[in-house]
């Protein structure tokens, strides 16, 4: 390995936090002869300063946890059951390779799926030697749909990149529009420069159907019904041109489509939104004159709000909203989804997608439950990685018939005996952070920065980019690619040729642990437009979604499942269930620690008293959330913070650890959004009773 960790006395190692969330915090761990003893946020990395979360904070808990995999395993009981034996990495890599070839050789390389997503986010143990093995061999392509493509496809089509302001300037806006994030548990390092804000005089307003612990503690909280943010964003645009408080001259110059969105805004009066919503149509008023008469204004909209069958055009409408009042100019005004798109990285040079051999399909991860069961050609081979799908991924039944296939060849790598291992026929062990180098961009920031191996692997773990270096070396794969180790990978992925690069190479990250991209300190990416879509303007109407066939303005897409579109379903399972992501654990990542367990306490529902009154439902009751695709138990918590019609399941809980063996992912959906083809968690119709 390039780097390897210190072996003998005290040294302070520069990490990086690897988990799925904005904030892609920098770490200082402490190692004492080998062994990690503490970690902490660098104080001297800005958007970090000096805080972790209350899960990272503990990282060496996960670490060190006696529940860590430690060898390779080969299956003895039945899939599903989790019970294994102990083989060598030779043995484990012969299998594989074997049973890949084979598979290859009788059903053609299609019948083979990798499964990952982001339970690393680093660039190399994210995406690299993986990529380029499944791409050689020809294995059917992923599409990683289950988090961000919804809504990352509506705002790209409207401000052409995941580009956004710099979370920093956040301090210094007068306005905050907290839309679909849940920011105290989500986004941390956000959240404290909001409060910043508000220390200075902000006005901080969460949009979230729930009374989310963010949400109780802004100024004010409106909440609409799960997806409907599309008719709420039009009442907002209907107020603003209505009342004179557009900024025509930011409009003239730098967005396209003003008139065709307005005629379609003058549709959406504050009354018929207030209907759409179920929220005060005052409250729409009050809210939209605010945001066309507060300088500097920002929203800070997330991914909460796009889990719906309208999320894309949904985000769609909320991204139209700054350039409508000019807030773009400043550079504490405008919004932020992501800022992945400001990285110059060379994601090809990663990935290496000319290895692709023939045509092969492509499977949507957030279906897998149906592609396991019913893809034709059929799925004989499944490889998992960086990813929990019996867990995370909808409708569990589909998921779990689909793993428990006889004939389907399952290979699992993980920290950890996730409810997907147990379905594997070969368990592999992986790194931990401290264990593996990387290279972070962010989705939160406008830093750079490499993890360094703090300690050396914890029994025979191996890292991502290793394992695939070692089977394509027994799969005959002679590319020099294969050869190359995790330095010349990261080296690679660095356009150095990119202004944004200027002065950093890996070089001074190994030296410094972080840079921030090279951008102006007072960033206000498009405060004279500059848009990077195709017409350099901000598209309100959207030539090539038109080209497509699609709505050329944002579209105003009810969810699947609600009264308004479906009266019949909503008949016999009438309130909505979204289930976002407990504080405690990291989609399904530390939902098995004991600490963290022991603060989450058991699965909990909570609904709104009259809901709960409905149904003879008092506090603290073991409860039963069903549709038709499934059910599963929680314990109810009777609370206003839920409002009428909406329940809320905090999640991702493991499904062996919940009582009766199901969580909130036995009554999602697989259906998809309307843009981006991503995963629709949050577009639910439940009805709940005592268990
Ligand atoms: N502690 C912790 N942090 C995490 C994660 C975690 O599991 N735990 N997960 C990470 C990952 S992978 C992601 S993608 C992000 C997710 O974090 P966010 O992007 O913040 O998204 P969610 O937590 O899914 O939802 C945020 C809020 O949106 C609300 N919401 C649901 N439906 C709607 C709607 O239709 N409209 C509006 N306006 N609001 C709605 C929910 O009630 C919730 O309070 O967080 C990351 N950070
Ligand atoms: N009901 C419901 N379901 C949801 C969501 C929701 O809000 N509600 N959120 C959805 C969202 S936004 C997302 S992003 C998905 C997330 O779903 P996943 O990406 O599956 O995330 P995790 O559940 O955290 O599982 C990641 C796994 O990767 C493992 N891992 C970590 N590091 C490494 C490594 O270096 N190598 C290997 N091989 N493995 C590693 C971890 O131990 C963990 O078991 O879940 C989705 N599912
Ligand atoms: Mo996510």
Known sequence: MPFDPPAAGRHVVRGACPHDCPDTCAMLVTVEDGRAIAIRGDPAHPPTQGRLCTKVARYLDRTYSPQRLRHPLRRTGRKGEGRFERITWDEALDTIAGRLGAIARAHGPEAILPYSYAGTMGLLQYGSMDRRFFHRLGASLLDRTICATAGKAGWTSVIGAAVGMDVERFAESRLILIWGSNAIASNLHFWTRAQEAKRRGARLVAIDPYRSPT???????????????????????????????????????????????????????????????????????????????????????????????????????????????????????????????????????????????GAPRTINMSAIGDALVAAQPPVHAIFVYNSNPVAVAPESARVVRGFARDDLFVVVHDLFQTDTADFADILLPATSQLEHFDLHASYGHLHLQVNRPSIAPLGEALPNTEVFRRLARRMGFDEPCFADDDEAIARSALRGDDPRLAGIDLDRLLRDGFARLALPERYAPFAQGAFPTPSGRCEFVSPSLRAQGCDPLPAVVLPRESPLSNAALAARYPLAMISPPSRNFLNSSFAHLPAFLAEAGTPALLLHPDDAAARGIADGMPVRIANDRGSFLAQAQVTADARPGVVVAPSVWWRKLAPGGENANAVTSQALTDLGRAATFYDCLVEVAPA
């Open 215 to 357: 949400a109780a503690k802004c100024h004010e909280h409106v909440a609409p019904m799960p997806g409907t943010d599309a008719a709420l964003a039009y009442a907002m645009m209907h107020v603003l041109v209505r009342d004179g408080l557009v900024d025509r001259d930011y409009v003239d110059r730098y967005t396209l489509g003003f008139d065709e969105l307005a005629a379609r805004a003058a549709e959406w009066t504050p009354a018929r939104a207030a209907a759409t919503c179920r929220i005060p149509q005052a409250q729409i008023e009050r809210l939209a004159r605010a945001y066309g008469t507060t300088r500097p204004a920002a929203i800070r909209v997330n991914y909460g709000m796009q889990r719906h069958a309208g999320g894309g055009n949904a985000m769609r409408a909320i991204a139209c909203l700054p350039a409508l009042v000019g807030a773009w100019r400043d550079p504490a005004g405008g919004a932020l989804l992501s800022s992945s798109g400001t990285y110059p990285i060379d994601v090809a040079a990663l990935e290496r997608p000319d290895l692709v051999r």
